[in-house]
């Protein structure tokens, strides 16, 4: 096999090829990968769908999940992103042109996520200063609504300015900008080479000392011991495959991206399978690490492990800044563990977003990176000091359901049946296992054609059957139209209207000369 490339340029010895940004190596790409998996979702959401879902039952499920959606659509998109050497929506280009607007849709869509995902973040940080001295006071649910957040009556009322919060966005939105303008390598590789191992560090300190506090049994007893009853009800497989599915970052136009900065001879099969088992193992440690905490405040105040449990953000807001208010110096230092790694695992991920968003930009422009996250960097901190107002946390809730349980639902349904049945998962397949020790078979095709968009197509009937039947959260339709629905209609006219406009770079062309260059 002889392989010619003409547009290699050899200067004093050196082969330069003037191609897209590249990981410095292997295991960078994969922490990178795992750091944006690796997510706010995983501390506060996966414990408690495990304890919610059958404990121990879960794991079938869960697992099932895994390796029929999980595994096969991280194969998908490492695989799209590689071959076609793109961003989401010049993969789709590549793949086939017809399909470059569903690039689009997940790339605007982490726009918006990144405007909630950034205030949640300035949360966090604020809340790592308040742990020194247990500044939520005696009454953490009254303090972070009322004196915190400043929480308004409606969506609709944003009363003042919340300064903290606002501060805390541009903050994060500063630290994206410097790691993204930095570049793949010199950037995101080292940030993650960073704060993923010291985030597992924290967090397996935050384990060591929960189990050993008096009642932590309790919590884990609560947590995994199995209700099969639970596996035969429907809900409960939903719920499985959503967690993998949000977990992963799949269609969001993050791996894709990703993998667009792969070397050409990678291992992608392995890294999709490393990937999703060490977003796993991360949330399993949480799930040990929280329900150990949530057992010792049982315990401490007498009552049953279903009076303290709960998720999200009241979990982290208002449940465990309880804990720490009763447990002396170590609640002081477990404060500043937990939300410091809030703060870290949202980085990672935030920076990811960033890049799946400005990847796009840069292909399709052919501006220059530092200007792209610079424009991005300006309007996003225009964007989500929205979020720094009475009405924040309600603007929040509504977005992220909706782009949760149909923005994203709808992308990968979308991407699992246009590689299934448009560009065909053999082209996929074929060209990962060229550089795979682990080899994927035909069965691999049948997931994505059949096991995962079906699965997907029951995920997005409930949600909207629920929707229809009771509006979310109580909110009237005005609202949901124009924090929920409203987003998902940008989504798509953005994405139709980005894939009307020519690439300027003449990034098609480009790939199209190099695959003739290629003599086998």
């Known amino acids: 096999m002889i392989e010619i490339h003409i547009k290699a340029i050899k200067r004093g010895g050196v082969i330069m090829d003037n191609k897209r940004d590249q990981w410095g190596t292997k295991l960078g790409f994969i922490l990178a990968a795992v750091g944006s998996a690796v ?13 919610e879902n059958g404990g121990g039952a879960f794991l079938v499920p869960y697992f099932f999940a895994i390796f029929t959606a999980g595994i096969p659509l991280l194969i998908l998109e490492y695989g799209m992103g590689h071959k076609f050497k793109g961003s989401t929506p010049l993969a789709m280009e590549r793949g086939n042109k017809k399909w470059e607007w569903l690039g689009w849709w997940p790339s605007i869509t982490a726009f918006f996520i990144l405007g909630y995902y950034s205030m949640i973040l300035s949360w966090a940080m604020k809340y790592f200063t308040l742990s020194f001295s247990k500044g939520w006071g005696s009454d953490p649910n009254s303090f972070f609504y009322n004196d915190f957040l400043k929480l308004t009556d409606s969506p609709f009322q944003f009363g003042t300015v919340i300064w903290p919060v606002l501060i805390g966005i541009i903050l994060v939105w500063g630290i994206s900008w410097f790691i993204c303008y930095k570049g793949v390598k010199g950037g995101i590789e080292k940030l993650n080479k960073v704060l993923l191992p010291t985030l597992v560090g924290i967090m397996i300190v935050i384990v060591v000392r929960g189990i050993t506090l008096e009642g932590a049994t309790l919590g884990l007893n609560k947590l995994f011991t199995p209700d099969w009853n639970k596996v035969m009800e429907p809900k409960v497989w939903i719920a499985a495959y959503g967690q993998v599915f949000y977990s992963l970052s799949l269609a969001m136009g993050i791996m894709m991206t990703y993998s667009s900065y792969l070397p050409k001879k990678t291992d992608i099969n392995n890294s999709a399978f490393m990937t999703a088992f060490a977003n796993c193992g991360f949330e399993f440690l949480c799930a040990i690490g929280v329900f150990a905490i949530l057992g010792f405040m049982a315990t401490s105040q007498g009552v049953g492990i279903d009076e303290v449990v709960s998720s999200g953000i009241g ?39 960033v890049e799946a968003v400005s990847s796009a930009i840069i292909d399709k422009t052919g501006w220059e990176r530092k200007k792209v996250v610079s424009v991005i960097a300006l309007a996003g901190v225009v964007m989500s000091s929205t979020f720094a107002s009475g009405a924040g946390l309600y603007i929040l809730d509504i977005m992220d359901n909706f782009i949760n349980c149909y923005g994203i639902v709808v992308v990968g349904l979308l991407e699992a049946i246009v590689i299934g049945w448009i560009i065909k998962p053999a082209t996929i397949r074929n060209h990962t296992n060229k550089t795979s020790y682990f080899r994927i078979g035909k069965w691999w095709d049948f997931t994505v054609k059949f096991i995962t968009p079906t699965m997907l197509a029951i995920m997005l009937i409930s949600n909207f059957v629920k929707e229809i039947k009771t509006p979310y959260g109580g909110y009237n339709i005005p609202e949901l139209f124009a924090y929920g629905w409203s987003v998902i209609a940008l989504g798509i006219i953005g994405a139709l209207l980005a894939s009307k406009s020519p690439w300027r770079n003449k990034a098609i062309e480009d790939f199209k000369e190099e695959s003739e260059e290629e003599v086998v």
């Open 39 to 51: 997510g706010l979702g995983n501390i506060w959401r996966f414990p408690y769908l495990v304890y």
């Open 315 to 353: 979990l982290a807001f208002i449940v465990f800044p309880k804990v720490f208010s009763v447990m002396g110096i170590w609640g002081t230092i477990l404060g500043c563990l937990f939300f410091t790694c809030l703060v870290f695992a949202g980085l990672t991920s935030c920076v990811s977003l």
